[in-house]
């Protein structure tokens, strides 16, 4: 059975990044989808877990990332899937491991870019404005 047309489907994703040599970098990955595209890691938000939790399991899933998630939401998007609406929830991914291996590594690729680089890869305006603004949002929050 569909959802009717104004449903709402919660979604959360990350913002990974991490400090290479002093300089940052955000790990994306490539859509499931033919098209290819670059984004973040995103799904829907699970039963039992906040987004945060979701998000952070979305980024091991799909990306083989082990990191902290900052609990406070740093941007939000709308998009049309599945008849109704996605509203996703975005945080920031502090990366500590990549895996070599990872569930997803077969359908998706993983690269590591620069802010100016991902800026340019991304194209949700939401996300992107959240890569211009990374320095400043990161100075202005606790590290773990």
Same mark, same amino acid.
């Given at each position: ?7 709402? $489907?919660?979604?959360? +994703?990350? &913002?990974?990044?991490?400090? #290479? ?6 790990? %994306?990955? =490539? ?8 984004i973040v890691p995103k799904g829907m938000v699970e ?31 709308? $998009?049309?899937?599945? +008849?109704? &609406?996605?509203?996703?929830? #975005? ?6 491991? %990549?895996? =070599? ?44």
């Open positions: 059975m569909s959802k009717p047309r104004d449903s709402f $489907y919660e979604q959360s +994703g990350v &913002i990974p990044f991490m400090r #290479l040599q002093e300089e940052l970098h955000l790990v %994306l990955i =490539t859509s499931s989808s033919k098209r290819q595209r670059w039963k039992n877990l906040t987004p945060a939790e979701s998000a952070t399991k979305e980024a091991w899933e799909e990306a083989g990332i082990v990191g902290y998630t900052y609990p406070h939401v740093v941007g939000e998007y709308q $998009y049309p899937k599945w +008849g109704g &609406i996605c509203r996703v929830q #975005l945080f920031l991914l502090e990366v500590e491991q %990549l895996l =070599t291996t990872w569930e997803e590594d077969k359908i998706r690729s993983r690269r590591l870019v620069t802010p100016t680089e991902a800026y340019h890869l991304l194209d949700v305006p939401a996300v992107k404005n959240i890569v211009l603004q990374l320095p400043s949002l990161l100075s202005s929050m606790i590290s773990p």
